[in-house]
């Protein structure tokens, strides 16, 4: 049975991935428990991310909870940024988290995941471990190459160093997938709208794409930005609802 509380609350937590300590932001709903949605963000982003903060409070208003947290090496959170952002690293950083919830009474064993660019492909590679029944991804890439050469940092006379140390490759990953939401600008210079043509035609039903014409990587418009929040909160809303027999 949920319990109403006098008011939504939001609570900062840690908790631990390797022997790290990785802080959060629990965004809690008026009734409770409650399912819950985890968010991951970009390559170099963090948990504050308004984008990521616009849809853990329009979850929140929907009655779910919302747990936003930085990546190890990211924000607040222990680690060094150069050894902690492989692909392996952050779905071990987003399994940890779920575990960590999972031993709170006020949440519910239905979890949804949500992942911007680099945070989408965590979510792919970790949702059938983590159990997860929906997902929402914003400019995910099915797989590294060739972008190494965006994911990297400016080096002295045009040269880079790849930030990514290990390539990945979602490919055999979508297939286990299902109740998935994606978003992609069809003018992103850095993941190319074609990675999410190839999530939808991998992924299981239901699943819907949604392309913001003109949309950069960053969803920079905030028209695109508002039907993002509107569309993804719903989303959750709608797949993570406990049926009534429940």
């Known amino acids: 049975m949920k319990t109403p509380f006098q008011k939504q ?15 959060g932001a629990l965004h809690l709903p008026e009734c409770r428990p409650a399912p819950v949605v985890v968010g991951c963000h970009g390559l170099l982003s963090d948990r504050r991310s308004p984008k990521q903060k616009a849809l853990a409070e329009a979850c929140q ?7 936003r947290f930085d990546h190890r090496g990211c924000g607040e959170s222990d680690g060094r940024l ?9 779905v071990n950083d987003l ?8 031993r709170r009474p006020d949440i519910q064993k239905r979890l949804g995941l949500f992942g911007s660019s680099m945070g989408g492909a965590v979510c792919i590679r970790a949702a059938a471990s983590a159990g997860a029944a929906a997902i929402v991804t914003c400019a995910a890439p099915v797989r590294s190459r060739p972008l190494k050469a965006v994911f990297s940092t400016a080096e002295p006379h045009g040269r880079r ?15 286990k997938i299902r109740n998935l939401l994606l978003f992609h600008g069809d003018a992103d210079e850095v993941v190319p709208v074609a990675h999410a043509y190839e999530i939808l035609q991998g992924a299981g039903d239901p ?16 028209r695109h930005q508002e039907e993002f929040i509107r569309e993804a909160a719903l989303w959750f809303a709608q797949a993570l609802a406990i049926p009534a027999a429940e």
């Open 61 to 67: 208003r929907r009655g779910l909870a919302y747990f």
């Open 161 to 175: 160093t790849p930030l990514l140390h290990k390539e990945f490759d979602l490919a055999d990953d979508l297939p």
């Open 207 to 222: 699943k819907r794409l949604i392309i913001q014409k003109s949309g950069d990587h960053p969803m920079s418009d905030s």
């Open 82 to 90: 150069e050894t902690g952002l492989s692909l392996e690293n952050r």
């Open 95 to 102: 399994l940890h988290a779920v575990r960590f919830l999972d």
């Open 9 to 23: 609350a939001i609570e900062e937590l840690e908790f631990r991935a390797d022997g790290l300590r990785l802080r």
